[in-house]
């Protein structure tokens, strides 16, 4: 303990001796945290996005207008002998234009100007989450669309699946260029701390002749990388936070209502405390490297 507290005393005094270089790191750790947070945060609203969705997957049958009742009867008859079918609704041309006229205000004077409803009939078919997969709702899904009169089908749930493959792409970009600016920040805090130790290579040679240990010889200096780090680490988080709200009334809340997300959340507690942990963990890297290699 004495030595911990005697390594942050002196890397608290380092820090502000050579606060010009020590900024530089501090700096390019916050970059690198910044860009990596901005991802998962992407990325862990873009992975609730798909979880709504998909509990709320739903197959779309798209009828003809002149259907005839023959026709849907045959449609209905189908669509009730699935095991992946929850609930199924009919959802008439009025019934169509009504709710997109409820949806989309701004457009409703529009589509009265069309004068024709160019809204077709539906069925809106629930899907059950554990039957069958999605391998038995793509063959519902073919064998409705061969029936007659029906003009189309929509599956949600293929919307849902390239969703996740871009969230999978997200990621992994962010994961790699995250690395690449962490692996930066630590090249750059080994090189403030190499200077630091430099400057101070006369007090140092004398404390390694008078047989002071290496915790105190060479401790604080990883402990100033430690401190940049996490530093750096909460600077990003506060500025990422500060993004977020600034954008969040203006485009975020409008957008999460585009895409029927209840709201759009910034990055969780313990995600927040991984990522000080993580440029801590960066920082301690790059000064005991810097520290044992000199």
Same mark, same amino acid.
């Given at each position: 303990?004495?030595?911990? %507290?005697?390594?942050?005393?002196? *890397?608290? @005094?380092?820090?502000? +001796?050579?606060?010009?270089?020590? $900024? =530089? !790191? ?118 409705? %669309?061969?029936?007659?009169?029906? *003009?189309? @089908?929509?599956?949600? +749930?293929?919307?849902?699946?390239? $969703? =996740? !493959? ?124 810097? *520290?044992?290699?000199?």
């Amino acid at each position: 303990m004495r030595a911990l %507290r005697y390594a942050a005393e002196e *890397a608290l @005094v380092s820090l502000w +001796r050579g606060r010009r270089s020590g $900024l =530089l !790191s501090t700096a390019t750790i916050a970059l690198a945290l910044f860009v990596l947070g901005a991802f998962l945060l992407v990325t862990a609203n873009l992975q609730r996005l798909a979880e709504q969705w998909g509990s709320g997957a739903e197959l779309s049958v798209y009828l003809v207008d002149d259907v005839t009742a023959a026709q849907r009867q045959a449609i209905e008859s189908t669509l009730a002998g699935s095991d992946v079918v929850a609930t199924r609704e009919f959802v008439s041309k009025r019934d169509a234009l009504t709710r997109f006229k409820q949806t989309f205000t701004d457009l409703a004077s529009t589509v009265d100007t069309l004068g024709d409803n160019p809204l077709p009939a539906s069925y809106e078919v629930r899907l059950r989450s554990t039957a069958g997969g999605d391998a038995s709702v793509d063959q519902l899904a073919a064998r409705v %669309r061969t029936l007659d009169g029906v *003009a189309d @089908v929509r599956y949600d +749930r293929q919307w849902i699946a390239r $969703l =996740l !493959s871009a969230v999978r792409v997200v990621r992994g970009v962010g994961l790699a260029l995250g690395l690449l600016l962490t692996i930066a920040a630590a090249l750059t805090v080994a090189n403030v701390v190499r200077l630091a130790l430099y400057a101070r290579r006369d007090e140092l040679e004398i404390m390694q002749l008078v047989g002071a240990p290496d915790v105190y010889v060479r401790g604080p200096f990883v402990m100033e990388g430690v401190l940049q780090g996490g530093i750096g680490a909460a600077a990003a988080l506060v500025v990422l936070g500060a993004v977020f709200l600034a954008v969040r009334g203006r485009y975020l809340t409008p957008l999460a209502a585009a895409v029927n997300l209840p709201s759009i959340r910034f990055l969780p507690a313990e995600l927040c405390v991984l990522l000080v942990a993580g440029g801590m963990a960066v920082g301690c890297v790059g000064g005991a490297v810097a *520290a044992w290699r000199s």
